[in-house]
């Protein structure tokens, strides 16, 4: 296997990436922070929150900076002001896209949802919410998932599949009326597939899927002694 | 690989084997062409074609040939029949009435002279649609006999796959499903591409809705296709392929099936094609509703199995597609190319049409236009050629407003560009698209707001949901075109849609999402007052949306 | 090492299950089998019921949560009984400016039925299609499996009612 480098430039800083590398990994390596969501680090790239994408010369096509690999002299640009500007509608986008009511959630505090929106400056939105009517599932005996808060981001579908192997989550249904879901629609508790591992509470960025009996602001997952280093490419796992 | 050992249910073609009636001996004086493509059908075609049958042998005219072909192109007209010999065309052929055809068929006495062919029939040029309307779709002899497979012969004895690489780069032939990709260079780069097995797909999935050319080749002359992907096959070095067929083309699908049967048995698909070293297997996979598995990676996900939901390009099909092998994607219109460019030559292709933009294409003529059907053009030929003189003009004699090409990314074009050149460049320039060739022509009773509220609905329940400025923007962008057509919106709104528009069309991962902000862009530029009436004035102009009142306080 | 499992049996003696079976067995039980093996489901039963889902999955091998994902993202597949009759109406673009909107208004409006419902009764249930591909019979419209075009908004009320 050929180990080779390619240099490029992002933000104006010369910098070195391997083949097969990442914008985004080339970037964290180089302390130039690019907002993510659907990204976490031992998870597949999927490039569908878009919050990462970036701006490169020749081209006047935007490209995510997780799932664009590297090439030599690709100039990037991560933090124009159109960027900005797309990212703070991005994350607007997704607050109106369900019932995100921070004041009665467990993760209050404990979001990246929240921490996305505070990092891009969004205070206010500028279009409706859309208030669809979406439940809430708690019949397993450990965790629960509150649909209301979530962004698809598909964490839990990835975790459970590729390093759980257990495929329970899923997603149904297509555009806005896709859900994540267990095995065939079938509630959580009945689950034939589910081993009860928890990874999908432990990679949630908001506060959709939570450990039962904590309560709001508590954050969704414990504290465990076990997982003192779980923390994501440049991003905070959430946790106080 | 295959599955068509036997046909299951959904395959077995209705009772359509007996299909028309040919003269015991020597060839016919005269014949009637029946079109049984699917629109004339659903207007009891093949009826026409059993009851021409039973009153030609009734009258015990043995030297009259009744056959059953594909599309006719105008199928405002349906059920149409022709008649090769005088170049007549018969239309709205009912078959309780067939008297003053088989009247015609009974007497003619053909001497090479043909009937003046009217504009909608004269000005086309047909490359892609040469058989259809000639061959009967469900014969291999008959499309043998116009000179079928002869191309691939030629390709696979004659020429080194480079060579034929070479005629379809001469050819300067770009993608014929909207992208306009020259398709030359697609087939070098798969060729070129490290991996193995290569697979060829075509794209049956024609999704615009509007569009039917796709529909019509394949029920027309299915062959043609096959031969087209065989040679791309040899071209790329795979050796099995598939079309990938929506699922709302039944037809299609069935002639399709049974060609690939019979050009297996006959030699001419599977292994050691016409006794060369080539082995060619392909199979037909059915989509399942979903517009977006038009799309090249979220057609390949299908295929493998999965929802249809698109991946991030690069990396592109041609280097790593199908089960992450090198797969080329086209068009069943581009297919339908192939034969005639390796048979005549890369450069009699590159000599018709425009600079940028060689070759015809076909378009499918619909909407409040007289002449609704297929038309195949020179690229270049003026919209106002193919709406007007062949098209004739608006139904009803009302006034032109405009054209809408592309499906929903594409654009609507006002009458003052009625005199452009039909090319990818100029329907780029005048913010439109080409898209696979639907061309719905629109009068003064289209409100250009209700036709951008339209194609938002249509991406909005066609996104696949997996990023989030297409699942969630086009649902809001419904939204505030819902107002807007309601007399419910403000300039405000106004603005934000605009913001939010440019939002989804760069963020978005794949061509649903970056082009449903197109009708509205488009229809902006050209209609603004539309928007204007609907939002300050509250009214409709062409009185179409349905907008309240405002409560007066008592 | 796969797991040995015993082999799948179909949800019932069903002589229509054996058609599911030979499809998928024919693509070589393989997980890409899936969307043809729904199909096959679909047109044997009208619908895809959960048993037909739970026996593709232990057939082709691929997760209930993968099964149910595929089934439910393509609108062509239907989870749900259809009635006797089913009508499609086309809602391309060419239909829709031909007035297609008109007929199912007055669809609603005559049977309080709207797409992808079935009536009470269970007689007729009523889809539509962006696009037939019959644009020159605008508006058009499927009774059965049949073409209809040009269709007139009152003059088809009158015969779906009559079904």
Redesign the interface.
């Known amino acids: 296997m050929t180990a080779t480098v390619y240099t490029l430039r992002i933000n104006g800083q010369d910098v070195a990436g391997a083949e097969g590398q990442s914008i985004l990994s080339v970037a964290a390596e180089n302390g130039i922070r690019i907002p993510t969501m659907c990204h976490l680090d031992g998870l597949t790239d999927?490039?569908?929150?878009?919050l990462c994408?970036v701006e490169t010369a020749g081209s006047n096509k935007?490209?995510?900076a997780c799932?664009?690999?590297v090439s030599e002299g690709l100039d990037v640009t991560t933090d124009s002001e159109q960027l900005v500007?797309?990212r703070r509608?991005?994350v607007e986008?997704?607050f109106?896209?369900r019932n995100h009511i921070c004041a009665v959630c467990v993760a209050n505090n404990h979001c990246e949802l929240q921490n996305k929106a505070e990092e891009l400056e969004v205070d206010h939105f500028?279009?409706?919410v859309?208030e669809p009517l979406v439940g809430i599932d708690a019949s397993h005996p450990f965790f629960a998932i509150d649909h209301n808060r979530c962004i698809?981001c598909v964490r839990c579908v990835r975790v459970c599949?590729e390093i759980e192997g257990a495929?329970?989550?899923?997603?149904?249904?297509?555009?806005?009326?896709?859900r994540v879901?267990?095995?065939?629609?079938t509630p959580w508790g009945d689950s034939?597939?589910c081993t009860s591992c928890g990874k999908c509470v432990q990679v949630c960025p908001t506060g959709a899927l939570f450990e039962k009996g904590r309560s709001i602001a508590e954050g969704s997952k414990a504290r465990r002694p076990f997982l003192p280093y779980l923390h994501v490419l440049g991003q905070d796992s959430g946790q106080a | 690989m295959t599955d068509l050992a036997a046909p299951g249910p959904a395959d077995r073609p209705e009772r359509r084997r007996v299909a028309g009636v040919t003269p015991a001996d020597g060839p016919a004086r005269v014949s009637a062409y029946v079109c049984e493509a699917v629109s004339c059908l659903s207007a009891q075609s093949h009826e026409v074609l059993t009851g021409l049958g039973a009153e030609v042998a009734q009258r015990g005219l043995t030297d009259v040939e009744i056959k059953r072909v594909g599309c006719l192109g105008l199928c405002a007209a349906g059920p149409l029949v022709r008649i090769p010999e005088t170049g007549q065309l018969f239309r709205h052929v009912s078959p309780d009435d067939l008297g003053a055809l088989v009247e015609t068929l009974a007497t003619a006495r053909p001497d090479g002279q043909h009937e003046a062919e009217e504009p909608f029939f004269s000005r086309q040029m047909r490359i892609a649609t040469e058989n259809s309307g000639v061959v009967d779709p469900e014969s291999l002899d008959d499309y043998l006999a116009m000179g079928g497979y002869e191309a691939l012969r030629k390709a696979l004895t004659t020429m080194q796959p480079n060579e034929v690489r070479g005629e379809m780069k001469a050819s300067g032939l770009r993608g014929r499903g909207g992208a306009g990709y020259p398709t030359g260079l697609k087939w070098s780069t798969v060729a070129k591409s490290i991996g193995s097995p290569k697979y060829v797909i075509c794209n049956a999935d024609e999704g615009d809705p509007g569009a039917f050319m796709d529909r019509s080749v394949l029920e027309s002359d299915p062959h043609r296709v096959i031969e087209g992907m065989a040679i791309a096959a040899y071209a790329i070095g795979a050796a099995s392929g598939y079309v990938y067929c929506r699922a709302e083309y039944p037809l299609a699908v069935t002639r399709l099936k049974k060609a690939i049967r019979d050009a297996t048995r006959g030699g001419y698909l599977g292994a050691s094609v016409m006794e060369t070293e080539f082995s060619f297997e392909v199979d037909v996979r059915l989509g399942a509703g979903a517009f977006v598995c038009g799309e090249e990676t979220a057609l390949i996900a299908s295929i493998e199995g999965g929802r249809g939901t698109p991946t991030p390009r690069p990396p592109y099909p041609a280097v790593s597609g199908l089960w992450d092998r090198p797969t080329l994607i086209n068009n069943v219109e581009t297919y339908a190319n192939v034969a005639p460019i390796i048979r005549n030559g890369g450069e009699w292709f590159a000599g018709i049409g425009s600079a940028t933009s060689n070759g015809t294409k076909v378009f499918a003529l619909a909407g409040r236009v007289v002449n609704t059907g297929l038309v195949e053009v020179p690229m270049g030929t003026t919209l106002r050629e193919i709406v007007f003189d062949m098209g004739g003009g608006i139904v009803d004699g009302r006034e032109f407003k405009a054209v809408q090409t592309g499906g929903p990314a594409g654009g609507c074009i006002p009458a003052q560009f009625l005199d452009m050149p039909v090319d990818f460049e100029s329907l780029m320039g005048v913010g439109s698209f080409m898209g696979s060739g639907g061309m719905i022509v629109m009068d003064d009773t289209s409100c250009m707001v209700n036709v951008a509220k339209y194609f938002m609905d249509f991406c909005r329940e066609e996104s696949c949901g997996k990023c989030v400025p297409c699942r969630v923007g086009t649902t809001q962008l419904y939204i505030l075109l819902d107002r807007i057509t309601t007399g419910a919106a403000t300039m405000e709104d106004l603005a934000q849609m605009e913001r939010l528009a440019g939002m989804v069309q760069r963020t978005s991962l794949c061509g649903l999402g970056q082009g449903a902000p197109n009708p509205i862009f488009s229809t902006l530029r050209y209609f603004r007052d539309e928007y204007l009436a609907h939002i300050v004035d509250r009214t409709c102009p062409a009185g179409v949306c349905t907008i309240e009142p405002l409560p007066v306080p008592a | 090492m796969a797991v040995a499992r015993a082999k799948p049996t179909a949800p019932s003696d069903d002589k229509r299950w054996k058609i599911v079976e030979t499809r998928m067995r024919r693509l070589g039980n393989r997980p890409d089998a899936l969307i043809e093996a729904l199909h096959s489901a679909q047109e044997a039963f009208g619908y895809i019921d959960d048993g037909a889902l739970r026996y593709v999955s232990e057939t082709l091998s691929v997760p209930p949560s993968t099964v149910f994902g595929v089934a439910t993202f393509y609108h062509h597949f239907t989870l749900k009984p259809q009635g006797e009759h089913t009508c499609v109406v086309c809602t391309g673009t060419a239909c829709h400016i031909n007035g297609a909107g008109e007929i199912l208004t007055a669809i609603k409006a005559a049977m309080a039925l709207k797409p992808r419902e079935t009536t009470p009764d269970g007689k007729l249930s009523l889809l539509t299609a962006r696009c037939l591909g019959v644009c020159s019979l605008a508006p058009a419209a499927i009774v059965d499996g049949v073409v209809e075009g040009r269709v007139v908004a009152d003059e088809f009320v009158t015969r779906l009612e009559m079904l």
């Open positions: 999927i490039g569908s929150c878009r994408v935007l490209t995510p799932t664009t690999m500007e797309y509608m991005l986008m997704l109106l896209e500028e279009l409706p859309i698809m599949g495929h329970t989550w899923g997603v149904m249904g297509s555009g806005i009326d896709e879901v267990t095995d065939m629609g034939t597939t």
